[in-house]
Structure formats: structure tokens, C-alpha cells
């Protein structure tokens, strides 16, 4: 799991998010809380997870999305008044942040995240997350639905 979540392109993630939700909405980190937790992250991680037969993990994804948000502030240097469009290599540096800690605070973490770890079949997860569909479709459809709702 950690190598297929450590291979997930985070540059085209960057630009896709650019081009989706940047030309009309100017979210900040702040945001997370409000607009982008519920407009954006809860919907695609709810449809991903019935997706991947683990609908029972839903609580547990948006908990680790919600603990992302919390680590990019502690140990990438993000702030709640950081511009989410203003300047792609600082929101691309913030990505491939949260990507290259992300591991390491799941298994410092893990009391928290071990149903996600001990997920059966574990496969599924990879399977979908390493998955061309994800990054050619499914995320840019959830990236759009938010930018015409903002």
C-alpha cells in the first residue's frame, strides 16, 4: 500500500486541481473544514469506498483526510490562510509533502488507521488507487462538481 500511495502522481494532482477548481473558486487551507470537506473529499471518498467494496471504511478515509490536513500545518508548513490556487509550486510542494509523510504518520499513527491497514482484500484499495480511471476520470469529475458549487 505505502509504495502505491507513494506512486500516485502528485504534479498531474496538482494540475488537475488547477485547472478544475482554481478557475473559480480561490479555497483556502481554511476551507477544508467547511466547503471542501463536505463538497469535495467526503463524496469522492464515500463513492471510493463503496467502490472498493469497503464501504465500512468511509469514517476511517475521511479520519485519515481529516489528520492529512492536520500534519500538512504540523510538518509541511501549510497555514489556514494558505491560497490553495494563488501558487501551483507552493500547492504542489505541499502535495508531494503530505505524499512523502504521509506513510510514516499512518504507522506512527496506527491505533487510528488500522482498520485501513488490515483491510480485506487490501488489494482492492491498491487496485483503485493505482488505477489509470482515478487520475484520468473519477477525481477530475469530483474536482469539477466542487468548482461549479463554490
Same mark, same amino acid.
Given at each position: 500500500m505505502k509504495d502505491t500511495a507513494e506512486n500516485i502522481d502528485t504534479d498531474r494532482v496538482t494540475k488537475m486541481w488547477m485547472e478544475a477548481a482554481c478557475k473559480r473558486c480561490q479555497p483556502k487551507l481554511s476551507d477544508y473544514g467547511s466547503v471542501l470537506r463536505d463538497s469535495l473529499f467526503v463524496p469522492f471518498v464515500e463513492a471510493a469506498s463503496q467502490s472498493m467494496g469497503t464501504s465500512e471504511l468511509s469514517p476511517h478515509y475521511i479520519a485519515l483526510l481529516d489528520?492529512? *490536513?492536520? @500534519?500538512?500545518?504540523?510538518?509541511? =508548513?501549510? #497555514?489556514?490562510? @494558505?491560497?490553495l490556487c494563488q501558487d501551483p509550486s507552493q500547492v504542489k510542494s505541499l *502535495?508531494?509533502?503530505?505524499? =512523502?509523510? =504521509?506513510?510514516?504518520? *499512518?504507522?506512527?499513527?496506527? !491505533? #487510528?488507521?488500522?482498520?485501513?491497514?488490515?483491510?480485506? !482484500?487490501?488489494?482492492?484499495? @491498491?487496485d &483503485? $488507487?493505482?488505477?489509470?480511471? $482515478? $487520475?484520468?476520470?473519477?477525481?477530475?469529475? &469530483?474536482m469539477k462538481r466542487y468548482a461549479e458549487s463554490c
Amino acid at each position: 500500500m505505502k509504495d502505491t500511495a507513494e506512486n500516485i502522481d502528485t504534479d498531474r494532482v496538482t494540475k488537475m486541481w488547477m485547472e478544475a477548481a482554481c478557475k473559480r473558486c480561490q479555497p483556502k487551507l481554511s476551507d477544508y473544514g467547511s466547503v471542501l470537506r463536505d463538497s469535495l473529499f467526503v463524496p469522492f471518498v464515500e463513492a471510493a469506498s463503496q467502490s472498493m467494496g469497503t464501504s465500512e471504511l468511509s469514517p476511517h478515509y475521511i479520519a485519515l483526510l481529516d489528520s492529512f *490536513v492536520e @500534519m500538512a500545518k504540523d510538518e509541511c =508548513g501549510a #497555514t489556514d490562510s @494558505m491560497d490553495l490556487c494563488q501558487d501551483p509550486s507552493q500547492v504542489k510542494s505541499l *502535495v508531494k509533502c503530505i505524499q =512523502g509523510q =504521509g506513510w510514516s504518520f *499512518v504507522l506512527r499513527n496506527a !491505533p #487510528t488507521f488500522l482498520p485501513i491497514l488490515l483491510a480485506n !482484500p487490501c488489494g482492492k484499495q @491498491m487496485d &483503485y $488507487l493505482s488505477s489509470p480511471d $482515478l $487520475l484520468d476520470s473519477i477525481l477530475p469529475a &469530483y474536482m469539477k462538481r466542487y468548482a461549479e458549487s463554490c
